[in-house]
Structure formats: structure tokens, C-alpha cells
T-cell receptor, first 115, second 114 residues
């Protein structure tokens, strides 16, 4: 079965550069979530989208922005990168609207290293 | 607000030992509870879940029971294997309109020695 696909798998950037991370949800999933996991830390919720609209916002810096497209894939844009942005960025998807569906399906993550 | 408190690691066990990883939570409303596992270099994978009080989630020999009276969801396995070595995250979600987000615990690193 198709899973959540994230690209790239690894990304190396320098300070003050920009980065774009992509997430392709499971087919028919209409909700996408982004999480940031720093080294040795628990995942922190950044932002989520439902039907191409932002639905929830967590601890996402102002330097980051995200959007969901008509095919439901999502992109996380990160500007003015800082060393502290080095982390594993997870995307997850779900099919919203089903009251019994509490499952999120996670991608394998994009490891971002800022040098 | 919502929060999850997990037993601090790392935890090191010998193969076939009994495993318990404690997890307690604070939440508004009626949360669903989850255990996720993260193997080295990989993404989070749902291990098991429980959506209401007294539910028992189980998978791959792991079990956890949703205890509303103690606000706990402890993870147990009777006989661990080397392949169980990973980081385990307890998490909860409380529905918020059409969007849901997970609140994670800090994770517990488990190492199983042969």
C-alpha cells in the first residue's frame, strides 16, 4: 500500500539559505501535518492543512511557511535558515471527517542539516 | 493544555525480559492514546492505540490499557527481542474540529541486548 512520501530524504543547507520540503500524503487523505523533531527531542507540531486551508498552527517560526496544493501534497518552505533548524521534519496525513479515524500515517521524514 | 509524561530513558534490557514504559497524560476532553515506535533513521510508526477508557491496544506482543482513573497508558511486553530496540513515544490526540494533532511524550530509548 502507498505510504506518505517525503522528499528529499536528506538536505544540507548553509545558514541564511532557503529550503523546501515536500510531502505527498496517502491517496485520498485530505489532511496533512508537519512536525519537527530536533536531535534527541520529541516531535513538535508545526502546522496542519485540511482541504488546502490551514487548519491548525503550532510552534512554527515566522521564517517558515507552508501550503497544501490541489492534489493535497504539501510543501514546507523555510527561509533564513539557522543552525537550530537542523532537525528531522516529519509529514503525516489522515483522512479527516471520519469520527473513528484517529490514525495519522507518518512519512520517513526529511533530515535537514544546516551548516 | 494537553501534555504527556513518559518514563525517562534510556532503558536497557536483556532479551526475553519484561518491559514496562510508563506514560501518564493530562488532557481536556476525551483523548485518544497512542504508542509510536521510531527505529533508527526511520519515521514514526503507530504501534498501538486506544480510543476510550478501559480499551486495550495490542500489537506485536506489546499491550497498553487506557486507564482513565489514573490517566495512564503504560506500554508492556512480556518478552522483548533485540529487534524491539527503538525509541518509543506515547502520544495523545484530542479532536479539534476537522483537524487533529498529536501531543507527544519525550520518548524512551529502549535497547535490548542479546
Amino acid at each position: 500500500a502507498a505510504g506518505v512520501i517525503q522528499s528529499p530524504r536528506h538536505l544540507i543547507k548553509e545558514k541564511r539559505e532557503t529550503a523546501t520540503l515536500k510531502c505527498y500524503p496517502i491517496p485520498r487523505h485530505d489532511t496533512v501535518y508537519w512536525y519537527q523533531q530536533g536531535p534527541g527531542q520529541d516531535p513538535q507540531f508545526l502546522i496542519s492543512f485540511y482541504e488546502k486551508m490551514q487548519s491548525d498552527k503550532g510552534s512554527i517560526p515566522d521564517r517558515f511557511s507552508a501550503q497544501q496544493f490541489s492534489d493535497y501534497h504539501s510543501e514546507l518552505n523555510m527561509s533564513s535558515l539557522e543552525l537550530g533548524d537542523s532537525a528531522l521534519y516529519f509529514c503525516a496525513s489522515s483522512l479527516s471527517g471520519a469520527a473513528t479515524n484517529e490514525k495519522l500515517f507518518f512519512g520517513s521524514g526529511t533530515q535537514l542539516s544546516v551548516l | 493544555g494537553n501534555s504527556v509524561t513518559q518514563m525517562e530513558g534510556p532503558v536497557t534490557l536483556s532479551e526475553e525480559a519484561f518491559l514496562t514504559i510508563n506514560c501518564t497524560y493530562t488532557a481536556t476532553g476525551y483523548p485518544s492514546l497512542f504508542w509510536y515506535v521510531q527505529y533508527p533513521g526511520e519515521g514514526l510508526q503507530l504501534l498501538l492505540k486506544a480510543t476510550k477508557a478501559d480499551d486495550k491496544g495490542s500489537n506485536k506482543g506489546f499491550e497498553a490499557t487506557y486507564r482513565k482513573e489514573t490517566t495512564s497508558f503504560h506500554l508492556e511486553k512480556g518478552s522483548v527481542q533485540v529487534s524491539d530496540s527503538a525509541v518509543y513515544f506515547c502520544a495523545l490526540s484530542v479532536p479539534s474540529g476537522s483537524a487533529r494533532q498529536l501531543t507527544f511524550g519525550s520518548g524512551t530509548q529502549l535497547t535490548v541486548l542479546p
